[in-house]
């Protein structure tokens, strides 16, 4: 397995060939473009396809049409672009097609700016486009996880049929660092038995959204229903460090999980008996783990995050009143220091009960 330096963009690339994706729609975006940069240098040198889309709409719904094929797809943007890709999204959903949006957050609402965020947390897990579906949402922390978890999500998505997200923060999408480069694997599905591809095999397949009788979409959306259960159940995934006998948990993912993962250790240096849990994936969300830790020595929990509070209401749903859960975030590209979130972890453990911003 070779090492290379490169940044977590281009990790993207890296692992989405090595996962046997073969298609690549686009449309350059600050602070993501060098997705799409890596993608046009590699898919075609590999025998892929990259097309730069006229639009993020068109993208989204090229990545439709060959993940109907049953081919590997991906796509990705920026917050304001992935905003576009709603409803391909949705379609995509409706229709059961495997395919990979990234996503690398930038300041928002609107055209905000370029600095990293994680405002876009509501649109990713609660389903930015229309209809009852969910979207497999990945969280990496480090360039080697853009890699690794972009060849997770093109698994879950063919497993579950289902697109699946990665959702990074510029800062992670920017930062460069040493990466165990995969060998290349089979794609380990074989999508015959749905996919339309013109030949014998497959001709009478269809491949669609629309179900125009009630009863037939009611039904369609309880199969949804239940495949998502399905995934909720088996596909959790979050790291602890410390936690075993933390009176403060505190949650965060991606580059705050960085900055969190150090200030546990300085503030157990002063005494304070601190531990993170890092949600993986952020649906399915960890919560039953939350709910054990709520029981157990656990005095209250806290979720930092670079946005006004948005995964600590699914804290709050996990922990369900038996701790208090407290709030920190930074936001329009603003990234906490370790010292002032030791300090917002001396006030909650000495009294201050009161919610921080």
Same mark, same amino acid.
């Given at each position: 397995?070779?090492?290379?330096?490169?940044?977590?963009?281009?990790?993207?690339?890296?692992?989405?060939?090595?996962?046997?994706?073969?298609?690549?729609?686009?449309?350059?975006?600050?602070?993501?473009?060098?997705?799409?940069?890596?993608?046009? &240098?590699?898919?075609?040198?590999?025998?892929?396809?990259?097309?730069?889309?006229?639009?993020?709409?068109?993208?989204?719904?090229?990545?439709?049409?060959?993940?109907?094929?049953?081919?590997?797809?991906?796509?990705?943007?920026?917050?304001?672009?992935?905003?576009?890709?709603?409803?391909?999204?949705?379609?995509?959903?409706?229709?059961?097609?495997? &395919?990979?949006?990234?996503?690398?957050?930038?300041?928002?609402?609107?055209?905000?700016?370029?600095?990293?965020?994680?405002?876009?947390?509501?649109?990713?897990?609660?389903?930015?486009?229309?209809?009852?579906?969910? &979207?497999?949402?990945?969280?990496?922390?480090?360039?080697?996880?853009?890699?690794?978890?972009?060849?997770?999500?093109?698994?879950?998505?063919?497993?579950?049929?289902?697109?699946?997200?990665?959702?990074?923060?510029?800062?992670?999408?920017?930062?460069?660092?040493?990466? #165990?480069?995969?060998?290349?694997?089979?794609?380990?599905?074989?999508?015959?038995?749905?996919?339309?591809?013109? #030949?014998?095999?497959?001709?009478?397949?269809?491949?669609?959204?629309?179900?125009?009788?009630?009863?037939?979409?009611?039904?369609?959306?309880?199969?949804?229903?239940?495949?998502?259960?399905?995934?909720?159940? #088996?596909?959790?995934?979050?790291?602890?460090?410390?936690?075993?006998?933390?009176?403060?948990?505190?949650?965060?993912?991606?580059?705050?999980?960085?900055?969190?993962?150090?200030?546990?250790?300085?503030?157990?240096?002063?005494?304070?008996?601190?531990?993170?849990?890092?949600?993986?994936?952020?649906?399915?969300?960890?919560?039953?783990?939350?709910?054990?830790?709520?029981?157990?020595?656990?005095?209250?929990?806290?979720?930092?995050?670079?946005?006004?509070?948005?995964?600590?209401?699914?804290?709050?749903?996990?922990?369900?009143?038996?701790?208090?859960?407290?709030?920190?975030?930074?936001?329009?590209?603003?990234?906490?220091?370790? #010292?002032?979130?030791?300090?917002?972890?001396?006030?909650?453990?000495?009294?201050?009960?009161?919610?921080?911003?």
């Amino acid at each position: 397995m070779a090492k290379k330096f490169m940044k977590g963009n281009d990790s993207i690339i890296v692992g989405a060939l090595s996962a046997g994706c073969r298609a690549y729609y686009g449309y350059p975006i600050t602070p993501a473009s060098e997705i799409a940069h890596a993608a046009a &240098l590699h898919f075609p040198a590999l025998g892929g396809t990259f097309i730069q889309a006229e639009s993020e709409v068109a993208a989204i719904n090229m990545c439709y049409g060959t993940a109907g094929m049953g081919i590997r797809v991906m796509t990705a943007s920026s917050s304001p672009g992935v905003s576009l890709k709603q409803e391909g999204l949705s379609y995509a959903a409706g229709a059961e097609l495997p &395919l990979v949006i990234v996503n690398i957050n930038r300041g928002g609402p609107g055209l905000g700016n370029i600095a990293p965020e994680q405002s876009d947390y509501f649109q990713a897990t609660k389903g930015g486009g229309h209809g009852s579906y969910r &979207l497999i949402v990945l969280a990496p922390n480090s360039a080697q996880e853009m890699c690794d978890l972009t060849m997770l999500a093109f698994d879950l998505a063919d497993r579950y049929r289902n697109p699946a997200m990665v959702l990074a923060d510029g800062f992670i999408g920017q930062m460069m660092e040493a990466v #165990d480069v995969p060998q290349a694997k089979p794609v380990p599905y074989d999508h015959s038995s749905w996919c339309v591809r013109g #030949d014998e095999a497959t001709r009478r397949n269809v491949v669609s959204s629309i179900v125009l009788d009630p009863h037939h979409l009611e039904a369609h959306n309880l199969k949804l229903r239940d495949k998502y259960a399905a995934c909720a159940r #088996d596909e959790v995934r979050c790291e602890e460090y410390r936690t075993e006998d933390a009176d403060l948990i505190v949650v965060a993912y991606g580059i705050v999980s960085r900055i969190v993962y150090s200030t546990v250790d300085e503030a157990r240096e002063r005494g304070l008996k601190v531990g993170l849990l890092r949600p993986i994936t952020l649906w399915p969300f960890p919560s039953a783990r939350l709910a054990e830790l709520a029981v157990g020595r656990a005095k209250a929990f806290l979720s930092v995050e670079l946005n006004t509070g948005q995964m600590v209401e699914d804290v709050r749903l996990a922990v369900f009143g038996k701790r208090p859960v407290h709030f920190y975030g930074r936001c329009g590209g603003v990234v906490p220091g370790g #010292d002032e979130i030791v300090a917002e972890y001396a006030r909650l453990l000495k009294g201050g009960g009161h919610e921080s911003h």
